[in-house]
Structures are given as structure tokens and as C-alpha cells.
């Protein structure tokens, strides 16, 4: 069965870069693309892709708006940012946006391939210089609060965790795929997939990114 990506870019080099990548595994289809926030709009959903590489700064608007679009119209679909944008901001904008990954054009081939299989097997590829960002943020976050008050979120968060979803909750945290964590438990990868759901569901995000932030927040994990 193909993966098929759809790309939302402008840039017709990066575009080029893209294509000739996917060319590399033949079990990858690129069934469109977009040059313009417009055209996504109107196009992107449609296609109905598992994966879409998003560009943040398209001419007629940023690339979160069509995060969020798809994150809602789409939701089973990984969506993959590809852009320059590196600070902290953008970051985590695309992520409150819907992105489950974010890498930093001017990787190479490999880099953007392993990018994609990493988000296809439930993983999280962020570009490594962009993952310190994020971390030393979520430690900012919790290393403000002070341990009462991050208890107390956590008692008044109304979430309940099975000791199995905890154990799925930790596993994620530490950037574990969903293989990966089904090896370590000795379950299924279905049933890694069921309670992965369960904790978005419960959590009420969208993406395994979110769903760390959230539960480190709350003081969950």
C-alpha cells in the first residue's frame, strides 16, 4: 500500500528537492501539492493524503492556518512541517496548530525520509536544535510552578489514567514510537495505537507532541 504525501509549498526548488526525495522509496506517492494558502484551502483535504509537508510562510498567509484546517478536517492524517522558520515561537505554534513534526529545511534526503518514517510509525520528528527549544520550555514551565500548585493541577485536571495509559504516557514522553513501546510493554502495537487514543481523547489534543506538553504541564508525568 503507498504512503501518500501532499506538499504545501511555494518555493519550486524546495518543491523540486521534495520530489526527487520521494523518488527514493517507491512505495511513496506524491499525490499534490499547493503553492499558495488559497489553493491548499480549497485542494488539500480533498486529497485525502496520510502525510502532508507544510510550509509556514506561504505568500497569502501562514501555513498554521492550514494545520489547523486539516488537523480538524483530516484527523487521522500526520502533518509534517517543513520550513525555515527555527525559533521557538513558530514552534510551538505549529504544534498548538495540529503539527506532528517539524523539520528545518536544508536537511538532507535522508533527514526528510527518516522525518517521514518516523511520523508514519507514531513518532514525533522534530529537528534536534528545535527539540532542545522545546524541552528547555516544558522545564521552564514546570520549574516555575511551584510543587503544590503542580500537584493540585494534577488532582483538579479531572483526567484519570489507567496504570497501562501511564505507563503508554511515559514511553511517549521519552520519544518512543509506537513499536518501540509495544516491544517494551509486551503488547500489541494495536493496543499501544488504542491507548494512545485514549490519552488524546482524555487529554482533549490531537497529536503526541500535545499530549506530552499537556501531561507535563499537569504535572502527570
Known amino acids: 500500500m503507498h504512503t501518500t504525501i501532499y506538499l504545501i509549498e511555494d518555493d519550486t526548488t524546495v518543491r523540486d528537492f521534495v520530489v526527487s526525495t520521494l523518488l527514493a522509496r517507491p512505495d511513496w506517492k506524491l499525490v499534490g501539492y499547493s503553492g499558495s494558502l488559497a489553493h491548499a484551502q480549497a485542494h488539500a483535504a480533498d486529497a485525502a493524503a496520510n502525510v502532508y509537508l507544510v510550509d509556514l510562510g506561504l505568500p497569502d498567509g501562514r501555513g498554521e492556518d492550514i494545520l489547523k484546517s486539516l488537523s480538524k478536517s483530516n484527523p487521522g492524517c500526520e502533518l509534517l512541517v517543513f520550513t525555515v522558520f527555527g525559533d521557538e515561537t513558530r ?26 518514517e518516523q511520523i508514519q510509525e507514531g513518532g514525533a520528528p522534530i529537528s534536534s536544535l528545535l527539540a532542545r527549544l522545546l524541552l528547555k520550555r ?6 516555575s510552578m511551584p510543587p503544590v500548585m503542580a500537584n493540585a493541577l494534577a488532582a483538579d485536571s479531572g483526567v484519570i489514567l489507567s496504570e497501562r495509559e501511564t505507563d503508554v504516557l511515559k514511553l511517549v514522553a521519552q520519544g518512543y514510537v509506537n513499536k518501540e513501546i509495544a516491544r517494551k510493554l509486551d503488547i500489541s502495537g494495536h493496543t499501544v495505537g488504542s491507548h494512545i487514543k485514549n490519552l488524546y481523547r482524555k487529554l482533549a489534543v490531537h497529536t503526541r507532541v500535545q499530549v506530552v506538553r499537556i501531561a507535563q504541564e499537569r504535572g502527570l508525568v
Open 91 to 116: 514552534l510551538i505554534g505549529a504544534i498548538e496548530a495540529g503539527a506532528t513534526g517539524y523539520v528545518l529545511k536544508g536537511c538532507t534526503p535522508e533527514e526528510l525520509v527518516s522525518a517521514i
Open 138 to 143: 516544558l522545564r521552564s514551565v514546570q520549574d
